[in-house]
């Protein structure tokens, strides 16, 4: 089954930029969604955005201004750019396959996540 | 576009049911029936438990079930097992095409 692996630094400076990938591995990235989901420590979910394998993105709004997603079938991976860090951005972050590529119908398989802290 | 609303925690006990809301409103919850939960034990990653409002995943036991009316969805897990303890978030897809997630339950097997 399609299993996700997220790879990055996991410190990174205020101000800084986040960097994250994702390897999507026993299925094609092409043809279907895929998100990214983070958690700061001891609180909930919350969506950052999702990037088709054509490169068509779509981001939470709160968000859009820092966010870049990009994609590369070439190597089944996508990634994740997030500018102006703060501490308010330390979380573990999750990339996440979509259950259908035609309906928003759910979030599946999940990355195992990675903590990224913002601290200098 | 807020969290979708959940009560922070619920409990039973072994055997039992408990019910769990997620409310929103008619710009996400109510506006389609792309309503999702996920389950997620500590340290983990969450795991899709139901999709579509009412529709499990191959593998999640039916004792999880998934309902709406209006701009309130509910997850319910009937007989409660020690495995079932876990914190549970709703989701929904909002007509501004982004996912809102809840502010996640934490349930308790007493």
């Known amino acids: 089954q399609v299993q996700l692996q997220e790879s990055g630094p996991g410190l990174v400076k205020p101000s800084e930029t986040l960097s994250l990938t994702c390897v999507v591995s026993?299925?094609?990235?092409?043809?279907?969604?895929w998100s990214w989901v983070r958690q700061p420590p001891g609180k909930g979910l919350e969506w950052i955005g999702q990037i088709f394998y054509t490169g068509s993105t779509n981001c939470n709004p709160y968000l859009k201004s820092r966010v870049t997603m990009s994609v590369d079938t070439s190597k089944n991976q996508f990634s994740l750019k997030m500018t102006s860090v703060t501490a308010a951005d330390t979380a573990v972050y999750y990339c996440?396959?979509?259950?259908?590529?035609?309906?928003?119908?759910?979030?599946?398989?999940w990355g195992q996540g990675t903590l990224v802290t913002v601290s200098s | 576009q807020s969290a979708l609303t959940q009560p922070p925690s619920a409990s039973g006990s072994p055997g039992q049911s408990v019910t769990i809301s997620c409310s929103g409103t008619?710009?996400?919850?109510?506006?389609?029936?792309?309503v999702s939960w996920y389950q997620q034990h500590p340290g983990k990653a969450p795991k899709l438990m139901i999709y579509e409002v009412s529709k499990r995943p191959s593998g999640v036991p039916d004792r999880f079930s998934g309902s709406k009316s209006g701009n309130t969805a509910s997850l319910t897990v009937s007989g409660l097992q020690a495995e079932d303890e876990a914190d549970y978030y709703c989701s929904s897809y909002a007509d501004i095409n982004i996912y809102v997630f809840g502010t996640g339950t934490k349930v308790t097997v007493l």
């Open positions: 008619s710009s996400d919850v109510g506006h389609s029936n792309y």
């Open positions: 996440v396959g979509h259950v259908s590529a035609r309906s928003p119908l759910g979030l599946d398989p």
């Open positions: 026993g299925g094609t990235i092409s043809g279907q969604f």
